[in-house]
């Protein structure tokens, strides 16, 4: 291995090009995820329509999001709230859609007496979410570009870093992200749409030693029902309460099964109307040392509200819990979150989930390098721990940047461990079709992803490492260095 400083990779001068920004990126650009879909998407990729989950591991695939299978753990369709003893069986799940669901350890840091964002350091809180088909965001705004789109935004996945995370690099905060675009993830139908995102419950698809944060043994999987699955519910799920689709169910792994739904809290605990209907949770009240706090999306086409409310639920059993528009400081002036994802009028949201990144085991953004080069600024990095299929810890790194079709792209990879400096550890190559293009699925198959696999030897386990991926377009002319992407091993 070379320090990076000797190693001659691009040798040319080269011109910045203007480019449109129609990548993924982001500290999240490719990460995993459990995914719901509505019925049109599901039908349309191939899964089984009626409220099952669906596994999506990192990157970019042209296979959509798989049914959860069978495991401990059992969040597979006919184990999770299907099962015949909980009286709504599998010949239900076609007419059953769960619209908003969370395993309670969403990393949520907001002051439960207020509702607005508040980090102590070294927290983040990085939103993850996904608007519905009738949103067209605010002009200019990251949804309102994909909104443009012929899929449309509802089936992407967007990220936004909270102002006031303490780690990382500064230029990641308040900015929209697409961390994953529908077709990146093979998602089907004209206009695809996500209606439920959990990061961390796909975590339990990896042994202990590879997650990025603990898990409960037995979980509490939160969920709710939309307004159409009404009427196929038992009365027992209500326990006397109304049915509603605005009422939070829980259901509870035993070690051997689920318990039968029933209600978490409901819709007039948090003060909505019976005929409202919650669309998107995040929950965090199952998570070590947390606050108990809970971030939710109600249907604002029923009854107008803010797309994103806080709840201190550290009182579940109260009669009224209290309920806050979700908020956060920005130089001194305090405003709805919904505000700084560029959403405005009737725009909406139906799938939340928040996550600390400085659990270490997700890249961190660090400054870029100054390359004495032109450099267009379009290309991203990002890194995520994994497992092998052995079940050993791997790290996982991806670039995206812009399509230059048809140049053909080499891009190089250098690994930093400790004040040693960079290393060359490998060199990637697409012929053509651009490098960095965006969808993946687009490219002659096999698609060639964008990812190199840095395996991880018990030995360095612990060591921390920083990724630097640079990359050029030889026809187009294209030279770009993304920002470094810090990581445990
Ligand atoms: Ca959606
Ligand atoms: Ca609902
Ligand atoms: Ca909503």
New binding site residues.
Partial sequence: MKPWHTTVFFACAMAPLAIAQTKSDGPFAGTAGTFSMDHATTAASGGTAGGDLHVKKYGYTTMPPQVWPAGTPDFSPNSLIFAPACLVGPGFRTLVNVDAFSIGVDQIFVDPASGTADMTPPQWDALHFSV?QGTSGAAGSRVADETAGSEGAAGDLFTYVVPGSARGWAMVVDIVYRALDSGEIALGGPVPDIDGYDFFLYEYQLPPNCRTAPLPLQPTFYFSVDNASLPFIHPTWWAGTSPSGATILQTSWTGLSWTCPQPFVTFAQLGLAQDEDI??IAIDRDRAGATHTMIL????SIVPRN?LLAVDISAIAAPTLPVFVYTVEVDGVTGPVSSRLGLEGAD???AVCLVDPATERMGMPQPPFPIPLPLTGTTNATAFGDCDAAGNRIVRTFISGDTCSPGGTVSALFLNIGPSGFFHVANWARPANGFLGNPWPLDPPPPMPPIFVIPNPPVLSGFVVDLWWISGEIQCGMVDSAPPVQIVL
């Fill in positions: 519905t669309d998107a999306s109600t249907d604002t797309p909406d949201i139906d």
